[in-house]
């Protein structure tokens, strides 16, 4: 690995006294004792929830849920990642429920993922709708989105917000039920809170501040070549009575555990990323795009993955602060392989990307010079993905 200086990475950022989050992490702030407030906030899931009680709070919901007799029980949102994958799981082997599996195709899933979801659907006996979105539309989002908010997934973090719930308007199937808690990972929400699913979650985290009647006007499109980035109204979702959870609410989330059951019941495998630890991952290998996601973060805000992955390795007690440190300086940082596909995808030149990434620097975060960045390795299945030329 090349050699980086100081100046050209973000190492001294000022970082949780507990975990390793930095200040320019989303919604962060520290208290007199220089502890982040996610920190805090997990403290209180380890120690000041009942969650023998808020299991029974669940089994109550669930059991509410079949007493209704309709044609499913509830919505589970499906992408085939470690998270929906043991969602699944739990509502059909652990609660009993039948769910409607409803999957909105990002158009970037891996090989391996794709099997995943194959051998889940089956081994678990689901009915499943998924939807693929207009790929023209898609690519024309993600550019528009990555110069407007330095974030290309807009189209996804709306896709698999929106279109579940528009399904259980249409359905009329009034629970859908969603993964980790908003507390989980940062300070939108408390554990304290049990928060739902509404239009100002919607607007506040999914859409970036883009709703899908601005989309149509920014590229040029008809809004109904957006319609399924529309949040249902608050009437519509009322009419139904739609209400949508995230089950990390009502269990203790940890995600090597549930990653050790759907291994073990569902067969289900593990892949390489490109932003995280060398070697099989459980974590986001979902998405080629995953490494081009980290990449822009590092860019934007001077950290990565690695810092994620080590911060709840911290909190579960798997390695200390010091070990940490060391696995994101040996590990962050790199330029990924895929860089040159996703150029292609959106038509624009690295020196472009560049340019539009730091245009979103946020301090106290420094510059990076991408050119001086080491090149990571290319995955195994890159020369599988679709090209566009």
């Not at 409607?100 to 006996?125: A, P, W």
């Not at 495998?269 to 932003?275: R, V």
Request: some cysteine.
């Amino acid at each position: 690995m090349a050699k980086t200086n100081k100046a050209n990475n973000n190492m001294d950022m000022e970082r949780c006294a507990r975990c390793v989050l930095p200040i320019t992490w989303e919604t962060l702030y520290f208290d007199s004792e220089g502890v982040c407030n996610v920190c805090s906030n997990w403290e209180k899931k380890k120690h000041l929830i009942n969650w023998k009680e808020r299991e029974r709070m669940l089994v109550k919901i669930f059991e509410e849920a079949k007493k209704r007799k309709d044609s499913y029980d509830c919505i589970v949102p499906f992408s085939g990642g470690k998270d929906s994958t043991f969602i699944l799981w739990a509502i059909v082997k652990k609660y009993g429920l039948k769910p409607l599996v409803v999957s909105y195709d990002h158009c970037f899933y891996r090989s391996k993922t794709l099997d995943n979801r194959m051998r889940t659907f089956r081994k678990l006996g689901v009915d499943v709708i998924t939807f693929t979105p207009n790929w023209q539309v898609v690519k024309k989002t993600m550019l528009e989105a990555f110069k407007r908010k330095g974030d290309f997934c807009w189209h996804c973090h709306v896709g698999v917000s929106a279109y579940p719930m528009q399904i259980a308007v249409k359905f009329k199937i009034p629970l859908v039920v969603y993964g980790e808690g908003g507390g989980e990972y940062e300070g939108y929400f408390r554990y304290e809170e049990l928060e739902e699913s509404d239009e100002w979650k919607f607007n506040r985290r999914a859409n970036l501040g883009i709703r899908a009647e601005d989309m149509a006007g920014f590229i040029g499109v008809d809004l109904r070549d957006l319609d399924p980035y529309i949040y249902p109204t608050k009437a519509e979702l009322e009419s139904v009575g739609v209400k949508s959870m995230p089950l990390g609410n009502f269990i203790p989330w940890d995600v090597q555990k549930h990653v050790e059951i759907i291994k073990k019941e569902l067969d289900w495998k593990e892949d390489e990323i490109e932003s995280g630890y060398p070697g099989s991952t459980y974590e986001k290998i979902e998405c080629i795009f995953t490494g081009i996601r980290d990449y822009i973060k590092y860019l934007k805000r001077g950290f990565s993955r690695v810092t994620h992955l080590a911060t709840l390795d911290i909190r579960h007690g798997r390695i200390t602060r010091e070990q940490a440190m060391k696995l994101i300086k040996k590990h962050e940082g790199k330029k990924p392989k895929s860089l040159s596909v996703f150029l292609e995808y959106l038509g624009i030149t690295e020196d472009e990307f560049n340019k539009i990434a730091l245009s979103h620097l946020i301090p106290p975060a420094r510059a990076i010079d991408p050119k001086k960045l080491p090149k990571g390795k290319k995955l195994w299945d890159q020369d599988q993905w679709y090209r566009e030329k």
